[in-house]
């Protein structure tokens, strides 16, 4: 890359990678809090790993590593990204784009293609214990050279701040209406928020030495 490309990339790292993180850490929660057997399965896999466990063996622990990939498919913060046509090229054998043509790949359909994730409405992170997906069909962050430069550091992001928060306290969502996603700039996010209560604290993690 030229020195300008780097220079973007470490921008878009830095900056565009506070409030998409902060959105998929509420959609997150979200669905944790509506889904009591995914709650119960993934504190069960914390709590062995012990109070103790260094940040390492918690990005290693499937289930936690499962629910973030879950929650990256079933609200994508980014549903689409563009693509210009440095040559033609011809889809499915039926339509050519000529070069210079603008092409939107919608990665939310991809993610919610049941032919690819059966029950896309639900939130079930079994699927990806159960199946490997390709990188044509498991594509939060994009494909391809371009594919988000932070996406290692969101995930690890997000699973250990899940951690610390599904550890420490007792959740409820304060309204039982379903919450939709709307867009917000180029990104999705929860029409109306998420607003939790705590309603009780548990164990506390320890201090990572």
């Given amino acids: 890359m030229t020195d ?12 565009a990678g506070h409030e998409t993180s902060a959105t998929a850490l509420a959609w997150c929660i979200y669905y944790l809090a509506r889904t009591p057997e995914v709650l119960g399965r993934l504190r069960s896999e914390l709590d062995a790993l012990g109070a103790e466990a260094p940040p390492e063996a918690l990005l290693r622990a499937p289930y936690l590593d499962a629910v973030v990939s879950e929650t990256l498919r079933i609200e994508p ?3 689409d990204v563009l693509r210009v046509c440095r040559e033609p090229f011809t889809l499915a054998n039926k339509w050519t784009i000529p ?10 359909s991809i993610m919610k293609d049941a032919r690819v994730f059966p029950e896309p409405e639900r939130f079930w992170p079994e699927r990806f214990l159960e199946k490997k997906f390709g990188v044509a069909e498991y594509l ?11 996406a290692a ?5 997000l699973a250990l701040a899940i951690t610390e928060l599904v550890l420490r306290w007792e959740i409820e969502l304060e309204s039982a ?3 939709r996603a709307t867009r917000k700039n180029v990104t999705m996010g929860p029409a109306r928020g998420v607003r939790i209560r705590i309603k009780s604290a548990r164990q506390a993690r320890a201090a990572v030495k």
């Fill in 99 to 108: 070069a210079g043509e603008v092409v939107a790949v919608m990665i939310v």
């Fill in 77 to 79: 913060i980014v549903t």
């Fill in 177 to 179: 209406e379903p919450e």
């Fill in 4 to 15: 300008s490309e780097v220079r973007d990339q470490l921008i878009t790292l830095l900056l």
């Fill in 140 to 150: 939060p962050f994009g494909g391809g050279a371009r594919r988000c430069l932070g």
């Fill in 153 to 157: 550091f969101a995930e690890a992001e």
